[in-house]
């Protein structure tokens, strides 16, 4: 397919960027906003990545050796590039609410609503990472092992280690980043194989609170901010667990909820892609793709619980071909 952007046009343009990713990070926002800032380096143009939230154990690992600034402190008149963020709310009050317009944001969801000077989206990308990646190689712009290695992990994260309907796209360019050196297991080890105790004793809770109804087709689960005190688990720890409620046979969509106190976020997965998941998302304000996607509100009532459920399962009655 072409492409019509020019990210060498745009990236090349100032001798200093902020660059931040979305609240709550991930791999993809991680490894997008790293491999980014290795480029820029290599042409003398300073990145300053902007922290805006808690990165956890296991992403801030990759932050190493990074010049990581604090969200308090940061110069807001340079221009800003925003990294898999759906919408300029994603990036945290503490971005947002100092920026009028960021100058570049680059992203792969659909429901991103281009918010920035300039926009490079595409919703046919399995992560911002393999965007920005196939840029680098269609535009001929030279990166080093380490930016490899920072885009094979939004790659692999956002792909759910290639378990969703990966593109050949995807594929080759992965090819090229093993070209470079990679070591696709140790990438694989530094995220997936770092879980802490606490994380079990957190699953445990989530795997019993697990309920499947809607004559098997939805499944979904539950944990307080109580439960993370207890078992010491900070809110990063429950990366994954959504997976668990799609996983089951017959399954259809399944959700997870995170009650905190002052707010409750909620995650949401699909076997296919017709679920919009995305739409459904929207109606409490959040969004993402067609799968799998996510809100987060203020502090909900008692009853949140299994109105949501309700609400879940008349999304998926009104959609275009389902029956009633
Ligand atoms: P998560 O369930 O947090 O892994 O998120 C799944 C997808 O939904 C990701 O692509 C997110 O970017 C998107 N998403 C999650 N929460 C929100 C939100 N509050 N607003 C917009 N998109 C969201
Ligand atoms: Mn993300
Ligand atoms: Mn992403």
């Not at 940061?74 to 994603?90: A, G, H, Q, T």
């Not at 269609?138 to 692999?156: C, H, P, Q, V, W």
């Not at 997976?243 to 089951?248: D, F, G, H, M, P």
């Amino acid at each position: 397919m072409m492409r019509k952007w020019n990210l060498r046009e745009l990236l090349f343009k100032h001798d200093e960027y902020n660059i931040v990713g979305h609240v709550r990070a991930d791999g993809d926002c991680v490894g997008s906003q790293l491999a980014l800032h290795n480029v820029l380096k290599a042409s003398n143009i300073k990145c300053n990545i902007i922290k805006n939230d808690n990165y956890g154990t296991v992403l801030s690992a990759f932050f190493r050796g990074y010049p990581v600034m604090d969200g308090e402190n940061f110069n807001e008149k340079l221009p800003l590039i925003c990294v898999d963020c759906s919408d300029f709310k994603r990036t945290g009050p503490k971005i947002f609410e100092k920026y009028s317009k960021p100058y570049l944001n680059l992203d792969h969801h659909i429901s991103n609503d281009n918010f920035a000077q300039h926009n490079i989206v595409d919703a046919n990308s399995s992560s911002t990472a393999q965007l920005i990646a196939e840029s680098l190689i269609r535009e001929n712009i030279s990166f080093d092992k380490a930016t490899a290695e920072a885009l094979y992990l939004g790659i692999m994260t956002d792909t759910n280690r290639f378990a969703y309907s990966t593109a050949i796209d995807t594929i080759k360019v992965v090819e090229t980043l093993m070209g470079k050196g990679i070591s696709i297991s140790e990438i694989h080890r530094s995220v997936y194989e770092r879980n802490s105790l606490a994380k079990y004793r957190l699953l445990e809770r989530f795997l019993h609170n697990i309920s499947v109804f809607g004559d098997g087709n939805y499944c979904t689960s539950f944990i307080t901010e109580n439960d993370l005190r207890e078992t010491q688990c900070e809110p990063l720890d429950t990366e994954g667990f959504v997976n668990y409620t799609r996983q089951i046979d017959g399954v259809k969509v399944g959700a997870f909820l995170e009650f905190h106190d002052s707010y409750l976020k909620c995650s949401l997965r699909s076997k296919n892609s017709t679920s919009r998941m995305d739409l459904f998302a929207k109606q409490f304000g959040g969004g993402g793709h067609p799968a799998a996607a996510g809100f987060t509100v203020d502090a909900a009532g008692e009853n949140f619980y299994n109105n949501f459920k309700f609400a879940l399962i008349e999304h998926v009655k009104n959609l275009p071909g389902e029956k009633s």
